[in-house]
């Protein structure tokens, strides 16, 4: 059972892929953020040490860690973001790997599908067995975060900045997906790709 990691930049349509991969070619799908999110709650493997190293200042009032407040706090001082990834990172990455495990003990899943975003940049090769990278024009990113989530031109440019370029994401890639036009094309490519 191959696991396939899934990468592209904001707006790619990553969960478009991924829902025909789900719904066309019984693959079951782990999301990296969601995993992070998962070991944040409180009596998981992340939420002690965030709270100690960032105070209860970042609790809600029910004691789960606020993500808004936490993400006001590294999102504009990088030491504190490598701190908080510093602690994420790793239990993330051991949890995905025990999710893999139990997936292919199960047996129920044709593939298995790793998505995050920065799947090149936290090092998640030896996860992997094949990168797929998502690829849209840049422009159709910028009108589809408009029109589906109000993304400003500006805000697009600051996370597109955040991210690898496509030369990066390309020279990684064993797979390039082109999802830039209709949901048939893409599946079309798919087809191709899955055989």
């Known amino acids: 059972m191959k696991v ?4 592209g930049g904001v707006g790619s349509g990553k969960s478009v892929v991924l829902s025909i991969l789900e719904n066309d070619y019984h693959a079951k799908t782990i999301l990296a953020d969601l995993v992070a999110h998962d070991l944040m709650e409180p009596g998981e493997k992340s939420y002690q040490e965030i709270v100690q190293a960032f105070g209860t200042e970042i609790l809600s009032e029910d004691g789960t860690i606020d993500r808004q407040k936490l993400g006001n706090i ?3 001082n990088e030491e504190k973001l490598q701190q908080l990834n510093a602690i994420t990172h790793p ?7 025990r999710r893999i495990n139990l997936m292919k003990k199960q047996g129920e899943a044709s593939m298995i599908l790793l998505e995050a975003a920065l799947l090149i940049e936290s090092g998640y090769e030896d996860i992997y067995d094949e990168l797929w990278y998502i ?8 009108q589809r975060l408009y029109e589906g989530r109000g993304y400003t031109r500006e805000k697009t440019d ?6 690898l370029s496509e030369e990066e994401f390309r020279r990684f890639a064993d797979v390039v997906i082109d999802n830039s036009y209709s949901i048939e ?5 798919i087809q191709k790709i899955c055989g």
Not at 4 to 7: D, K, L, Q, S
Not at 135 to 142: C, L, M, N, P, T
């Open 158 to 163: 600051s996370i597109m900045n955040n991210q």
């Open 91 to 97: 239990n993330v990455k051991e949890e995905i790997r």
């Open 135 to 142: 690829y849209v024009d840049k422009e159709i990113r910028y």
């Open 74 to 76: 590294v999102f504009c």
């Open 4 to 7: 396939i990691g899934v990468t």
């Open 185 to 189: 094309e893409t599946k079309a490519q």
